[in-house]
């Protein structure tokens, strides 16, 4: 069972260029969620989405686009990276909107905007 | 004022010590509390969840104030692979279709032998 799968683990992007984080889970959730955490910081929600086909903003959704077409895939957009990109991001999952079962979250990608 | 504040430490024990994290939340609509941990350079992965009655888990104990707007966890007997940070997380559920989890900075706990 893989989980919450992000891909790619690392990436350097120069200012302007975009780029496709992908965020895949195999548990079946329908709640997953992107987040970004900068050093010494917490997570802040990027986006997330509560089905296929549903999306919705989170706390800092500027820069930033997703789609969610399958229940299992739930990509994010960077367009004209910015070094205030430059980051962790995470991609998780949960199955219940209690939250009792927690989230469960990808490895990550590490972005680094030049 | 942030949603969750924690003391970012750092805590620095030796082995077999009893060490305690605090956490303070701004809103009292908070729902569902947690203590997630994350190693360095990895995911978050959730620890335990926070009842209104505490509970406990192992070596580890979670006590959950209503009133205070305070969360804490306890790790008694510490152990090497307890060395890592410790994020206070906290759902306030504002009425739309989600519930939002707030994550804590974090406070990072190191254990030496």
């Known amino acids: 069972n893989a989980g919450v799968t992000q891909t790619p683990k690392f990436r350097i992007l120069k200012i302007g260029q975009s780029m496709t984080l992908q965020c895949t889970q195999d548990?079946?959730?329908?709640?997953m969620y992107w987040y970004r955490q900068d050093p010494g910081m917490g997570l802040k929600l990027i986006y997330y989405?509560?089905?296929?086909?549903?999306?919705d903003k989170g706390e800092v959704p500027n820069g930033y686009n997703v789609s969610r077409s399958t229940t299992e895939d739930f990509p994010l957009r960077l367009e004209l990276a910015a070094p205030s990109q430059t980051s962790v991001y995470f991609c998780?999952?949960?199955?219940?909107?209690?939250?009792?079962?927690?989230?469960?979250f990808g490895s990550g990608t590490r972005l680094t905007v030049v | 004022r942030k949603e969750v504040e924690q003391d970012p430490g750092p805590f620095n024990v030796p082995e077999g010590a009893t060490v305690a994290f605090n956490c303070t939340y701004s809103n009292s609509a908070s729902q569902s509390f947690f203590w997630y941990r994350q190693d360095c350079r990895k995911e978050p992965k959730l620890l335990m969840s926070?009842?209104?009655s505490g509970n406990e888990d192992g070596r580890f104990t979670a006590q959950l104030n209503r009133a205070s707007q305070y969360i804490s966890l306890l790790i008694r007997d510490s152990k090497l692979s307890d060395s890592a940070t410790y994020l206070c997380v906290v759902n306030i559920d504002r009425g739309s279709t989600l519930g939002r989890l707030y994550f804590g900075r974090g406070t990072q706990l190191t254990v030496w032998p």
């Open positions: 998780a999952s949960s199955y219940s909107m209690s939250y009792s079962y927690g989230y469960t």
């Open positions: 548990m079946n959730h329908n709640y």
């Open positions: 989405s509560v089905g296929a086909g549903i999306t």
């Open positions: 926070v009842y209104s």
